[in-house]
C-alpha cells in the first residue's frame, strides 16, 4: 500500500523558505524551525524531507542558484568575459559568505547535487569552446572542466578566502589567464 504523495507545493515553500532565510541571516544563523514557520509548515515537515539543516541548505540552493547564461558573443575572448561576468555576479551576492558554513557541515550525499549543479553551470562554457574550435580559435579539444574550475575556483578563492572584490581589471586578468590557457597565445590588456 503506497503511502500519501509527495506535497510538492509544501516542498517548493519550504525551499523558498530556506533560500529566502540563507539569503537574510545566512546558514550559521538558518534553523529547521525558521523555515517550517516561514514556509507555513510544521518542523516534522521538514525533518521528513531533510536529515539537517546542510542537506536543506544544499537543495535550497540548488533549486535558487542564478543560472549562468548561454551566450554567443562572437569570439572566445568575449564569450569568457561574459562567462566570467556571469559567475562573478554569482560569486559578489551577499549570500555567498554564508557557503563557508554549509562547506563545513556537508556530508557525503551532498555531493551530488553539488556534481549536478556544476554540469549546469558548465554548459554555457562548453557550448562557447566548441563554437570557438569551429571558428579556429582554439586547436584540439579544450579542457573545458579545467577552466571552469581555473574561472570558478579563482573567484570562489578570492571571495571567500582573500575577502575581495571583483574589479573589472581583475576580471579581464582572469579572462585573459583563460583565454591563454586555451589559446597558448597571450594577449595584451
Known amino acids: 500500500m503506497a503511502g500519501r504523495p509527495r506535497d510538492l507545493d509544501l516542498e517548493q515553500r519550504l525551499l ?6 540563507l539569503i537574510s541571516k545566512g546558514y550559521d544563523a538558518l534553523t529547521m524551525s525558521q523555515v517550517a514557520t516561514q514556509a507555513e509548515a510544521h518542523r ?12 536543506l541548505a544544499t537543495d535550497a540552493l540548488a533549486a535558487n542558484l542564478p543560472p549562468v547564461r548561454e551566450f554567443n558573443a562572437g569570439s572566445l575572448r568575449a564569450d569568457l568575459r561574459a562567462y566570467v561576468d556571469d559567475l562573478a555576479a554569482v560569486w559578489s551576492s551577499p549570500w555567498i559568505d554564508g557557503l563557508v558554513g554549509l562547506l563545513g557541515e556537508l556530508r557525503d550525499g551532498a555531493e551530488a547535487t ?5 554540469s549546469v553551470r558548465i554548459q554555457p562554457l562548453q557550448h562557447a569552446l566548441a563554437r570557438a574550435v569551429e571558428r579556429g580559435e582554439i586547436e584540439g579539444e579544450p579542457d573545458a572542466d579545467l577552466v571552469a574550475d581555473v574561472i570558478e575556483g579563482s573567484l570562489m578563492h578570492r571571495r571567500l578566502i582573500g575577502r575581495a572584490s571583483f574589479s573589472p581589471e581583475y576580471l579581464d586578468t582572469l579572462t585573459r589567464t583563460a583565454h591563454y590557457l586555451l589559446t597558448g597565445k597571450a594577449e595584451t590588456p
Open 44 to 55: 516534522t515537515d521538514v525533518y521528513r524531507r531533510w536529515a539537517g539543516k546542510a542537506e
Open 16 to 21: 523558498s523558505a530556506a533560500w529566502a532565510l
Open 114 to 118: 553539488f556534481l549536478s549543479m556544476a
